[in-house]
C-alpha cells in the first residue's frame, strides 16, 4: 500500500483520489478551503456545465487551443461518454443542450460536487483541510509534504492538483505553480483564458448590455485573422464578452506587440450585394425619413445612433438622398463592425488560466512528472486550456483519473 497526497480537492483532485484509492493505496487529499471543489460550484453559472458529449477524440483535441496532443492519452483513457457514465451511475441524472453541453438536470452544480467527494471517500480516501506549504525531498524524491502551521505527512507519491490563478476566491491562487518551481519544473506565462476583453474605442459605453446572437466574428492581429467563430456576444461597459469573445481571447497572448482587433459581421446571413438590395427595400420603405431613423428593422435599438456615426452619413439627412456611397458604406459597415481590444479583463474574471507547468517535463502517458519520479499532476495547473463547452472541466477529469491510475 503506497502513501498518496494529492493537493487540491477540485475536479481534477477528486477524481485522481478516487482511482487512487481504489487501487488499494492510502490516499489523502489536502484542500485549503473549507468546502472541497468550490471552483466546479460556480461553473455554467452555478448549473454546471461538466463536459462536451463529443465522442470523437478529434473533436475533443480541435476544441484545445493549447498543448492539444499533449491530452490525447489522457482523452483516449476517459472520454466524454466515460465522464456521463460516472455521473448517472452515482445518481446525477443529465441533460444534454445546444453545443453539445452536458449539465446536471437539476442544474445545480452541487450535484456534481457531491458526488465527486462522495464517490472519492467511498472509495476510501481521506479529504483534509489544510495547505500544502511545501515538499521535502530525500534522494531526488518527495518524501512528505509539509503543511501550513507545521503539520507533515509522509508519502511515497504526491500529486498537484490545485488549479489556476482565476477566481481566486475558490482557492485557485496559483499555489500548484510555486510547489511546481520547487520540485524544478518550468512554470509557463500565466494569463487569462475565456475572459472578457476590454475595448478601447468611444462607444462602447453606448452599447452596455447589448447582447448579439448569431453574429460572425474574426479576431484581428496585424491584418492577420487569428481566430474566427460564429455565435452570441455581449457588450460591456468595459469592453465585449459572451460565447464567442471568450473563445477568441484563447488566442490572444498579450498586448506587448500591438492590439488586436474584432471585426463583427452584424449580417452574416447575407453577402454584401444581398445586404445591399436589402438596405435599398429599407431605404425605399423610409424614403421620407431621417436617416437615424430609418434602420429599425435592420439593427437593434443601442445600435443604430453608433452605426449612424460611424458612417459619416448625417443623422437628420432624408433618406431619398442618400448616395449610393454612402448607402454601401454603411452596408460595408454592417459587415465590418470593428472594435480595438486593448487588454484582458482582470485574470480574475477568467474561467479557467493560461499557463502552467510546461507539458514537455510531464509525461503524457501517466501525467508523471519527467523530473521527479513520484510527482504527478492533473487539472488546470499544467499549461493546457480549451474553448467554453464543458471542455476544461473534460480535461481536469481525464487527467485527474489517468494521474489516480497512475500513482
Do not use: W
Not at 450535484?111 to 467511498?122: E, F, P, Q, R, Y
Not at 503543511?147 to 490563478?165: S, Y
Not at 487539472?379 to 477529469?397: C, K, P, R, S, W
Request: aromatic fraction near 8%.
Amino acid at each position: 500500500m503506497k502513501k498518496i497526497v494529492i493537493i487540491g480537492a477540485g475536479a481534477s483532485g477528486l477524481m485522481a483520489a478516487a482511482q487512487s484509492a481504489k487501487k488499494g493505496n492510502d490516499v489523502t487529499v489536502v484542500e485549503k478551503m473549507p468546502r472541497p471543489a468550490r471552483k466546479v460550484m460556480i461553473s455554467g453559472k452555478g448549473r454546471c456545465n461538466f463536459t462536451n458529449a463529443c465522442d470523437d477524440i478529434a473533436q475533443l483535441i480541435a476544441n484545445v487551443p493549447t498543448n492539444p496532443r499533449f491530452l490525447y492519452s489522457a482523452f483516449a483513457n476517459f472520454m466524454p461518454r466515460d465522464t456521463m457514465a460516472f455521473f448517472e451511475n452515482l445518481g446525477v441524472p443529465i441533460k444534454v443542450e445546444r453545443g453539445n453541453r452536458v449539465f446536471p438536470v437539476s442544474d445545480k452544480a452541487g450535484d456534481i460536487v457531491d458526488a465527486l467527494v462522495k464517490n472519492a471517500k467511498s472509495s476510501g480516501a481521506k479529504i483534509t483541510t489544510a495547505a500544502a506549504k511545501a515538499f521535502d525531498f530525500e534522494n531526488g524524491r518527495i518524501s512528505a509534504v509539509i503543511l501550513e502551521g507545521g503539520g507533515r505527512i509522509p508519502c511515497d507519491c504526491a500529486a498537484i492538483c490545485t488549479g489556476g490563478k482565476s477566481y481566486p476566491a475558490t482557492g485557485s491562487t496559483g499555489d500548484g505553480y510555486a510547489l511546481a518551481k520547487s520540485a524544478g519544473h518550468t512554470i509557463t506565462e500565466i494569463r487569462p483564458r475565456l475572459v472578457p476583453l476590454v475595448c478601447g474605442d468611444s462607444f462602447i459605453p453606448e452599447l452596455q448590455g447589448l447582447s448579439l446572437k448569431n453574429v460572425s466574428v474574426k479576431l484581428i492581429k496585424g491584418g492577420k485573422t487569428v481566430y474566427n467563430d460564429f455565435g452570441e456576444m455581449l457588450f460591456t461597459h468595459f469592453g465585449v464578452s459572451g460565447p464567442v469573445v471568450l473563445s477568441a481571447s484563447s488566442h490572444i497572448d498579450g498586448f506587448e506587440n500591438g492590439g488586436y482587433k474584432l471585426i463583427i459581421d452584424l449580417k452574416p446571413a447575407l453577402d454584401s450585394e444581398t445586404l445591399d438590395k436589402r438596405i435599398q427595400r429599407d431605404f425605399s420603405d423610409n424614403s421620407n425619413r431621417d436617416f437615424i431613423n430609418s434602420l429599425s428593422a435592420l439593427l437593434p435599438k443601442k445600435l443604430i445612433p453608433v452605426i449612424v456615426s460611424l458612417s459619416g452619413t448625417e443623422p437628420t439627412k432624408k433618406v431619398n438622398s442618400v448616395t449610393r456611397a454612402e448607402r454601401l458604406r454603411l452596408g460595408s459597415l454592417l459587415k465590418n463592425f470593428e472594435v480595438n481590444i486593448t487588454d484582458f479583463y482582470d485574470i480574475e474574471t477568467a474561467i479557467v488560466t493560461g499557463g502552467g507547468v510546461s507539458v514537455k517535463e510531464i509525461d503524457p502517458k501517466t501525467m508523471r512528472s519527467k523530473l521527479v519520479d513520484n510527482l504527478y499532476f492533473a487539472g488546470e495547473v499544467i499549461d493546457v486550456d480549451a474553448y467554453t463547452g464543458g471542455f476544461n472541466l473534460q480535461i481536469a477529469f481525464s487527467t485527474g483519473v489517468l494521474c489516480g491510475q497512475s500513482m
